[in-house]
């Protein structure tokens, strides 16, 4: 249980403990935003001896990610030694104290900077007025004094402003002696420091593990900073069409190479040091299985992945075993790729089934074949009564892998098919393409759920093949193909379709083409699955 610590800093200990590096502001909040008017407004409280709110603040010894700098003002480290005070709440207002003394100039979004220097005093102004202000538009300069030179100006100030010596004091003194409130949080662990911050700031969204773990695995001295990391693995992934794995993903597959699991509270506890220390070889391996997944299994992009997932449990594989499998292993691990596609295993408790998985992971790599509690179906009636095409299902993406593996070729000129992943999210993509035409089918009175099945899905590489093809009965649009190519046979059977004769195509018989498909996706499913006495083929 937590024993917040509450108490009040002088304006002077605050400024000093942030540029003495004791106090810092972690990356994961949010950049400064408040307004010239807004940073006025607040001293203008100070001023009058209002409450302004009470500053939180985590005190550890853990060093995160945290702003370097505000404006061009360099933030120190935190001294050896010291604990560090990270800002949970007041931010916003801890920030406009600091840039309002420094006078410091901050650039927005916009690419303007604003100069929070022109923040006044205004002698003249009652204490029902704002005395605090930034428009001194046709003011004498005599009545207002910025508000850098009330608390810096020292002795000199008399001699400038003699009307105003008891303000000048007064206000100066405000100030310097205004007791600001805080609440001191000392030696919590960084999953509730960051639950705290969560739900002070409670119309924020709530913090992701890898904005946490950005933070918690900051490392100057080792030059370590994981949101850098992960963004240079990203632009690696990029050039191979890999690039939208997430970021939790390859958390994931750092926690299981070091304590087996990859549940939120696992990694939210993993060591720093050992994090870092392992982080080179844990990509390595994770880009090995990508690979392995494009050259082994020819998923040319991630979109087509039935979960990003699977890269966890083959990252910790490669990490283990640093050649590519071969033999018994090779199959193990085909075998369970399929499985996990074809039971939709991750749809649900993906953390959990991941931990579990590795244990079968550590019998793969003992030529030791695990046993499975949840059977394959892959049946004809079980594909036919389940093929209802959703681009992002699992099942269906297990599908699009089947066909993906096959290389498939165009229509026209047997080139190969280009797949992006930017054609993929959805199921009337560019790289989608119904064999017979949906316009088609449905003239002829089928029903959607056998018209939209993945038994008459193809992959193709643009919109030529649906412009040319359009609602054309297949023995039309195939036998103009067989014109111009003479070797539409081969670009076929790249698609997972027979003779066009055999198939029911020539003929227009869909229910022939649909039963052929089918046949032919549970004979391919087959050879990449080891056949349990539970499983039904």
Known sequence: MLHPTPGTLQYSTLIANIEQGIIKIPQFQRKFVWSLEQTAKLLDSILKGYPIGTFILWQTDERLRSIRNIGSI????????????????????????????????????????????????????????????????GRNMDEVIKFTDLLTGGYALAAKYPDYLEKLDKYSNAFKTYLFSDILIANAPIDVATEIFTRINVGGKALSVFEIMVAKTYDAVRNFDLSEKYEELITRLESVNYETISSSTVLQAVSVCMVKECAKKHILKLEKRKFIDIWDDVVDAFERAVDYFRGFFRIPVSQLLPYDGLLVPFTYYFYHHKDKPLGKQQKLLQDYFWRVALTSRFSNSLETKIGQDIKNIDKILQDVCPKYEEPV??????????????????????????????????????????????????????????????????????????????????????????????????????????????????????????????????????????QKRLECFSRELKKRLIIRDSDRC
């Open 377 to 514: 179906d892959i049946t004809v009636d079980y594909i036919s009564d389940h093929g209802w095409f959703n681009a992002g299902a699992a099942y269906m993406k297990g599908f699009l892998c089947l066909l993906a593996y096959q290389q498939p070729q165009s229509f026209t000129d047997n080139a190969l098919v280009n797949i992006n992943n930017s054609w993929l999210k959805q199921a009337n993509s560019k790289n989608y393409h119904h064999f017979f035409p949906k316009a088609y089918l449905l003239k002829k009175g089928e029903e959607n759920f056998y018209i939209n099945h993945i038994a008459n899905i193809t992959i193709v590489d643009d919109f030529l093949n649906k412009r040319t093809i359009r609602d054309k009965a297949p023995s039309r649009y195939i036998a103009d193909f067989q014109k111009t190519n003479p070797q539409l046979d081969e670009a076929l059977k790249t698609h997972l379709i027979g003779d066009p004769g055999e198939w029911g195509i020539l003929s227009d018989d869909y229910d022939l083409f649909y």
């Open 74 to 137: 360099d933030l120190p480290d935190t001294p050896a030694g010291h604990f560090v005070q990270y800002v949970l709440d007041g931010q916003q207002r801890m920030t406009s104290l600091y840039v309002a003394l420094k006078g410091e100039k901050i650039k927005g979004d916009n690419g303007k900077d604003t100069d929070y220097g022109e923040i006044y005093v205004d002698f003249e102004a009652s204490l029902d007025e704002p005395v605090v202000i930034t428009d001194i538009t």
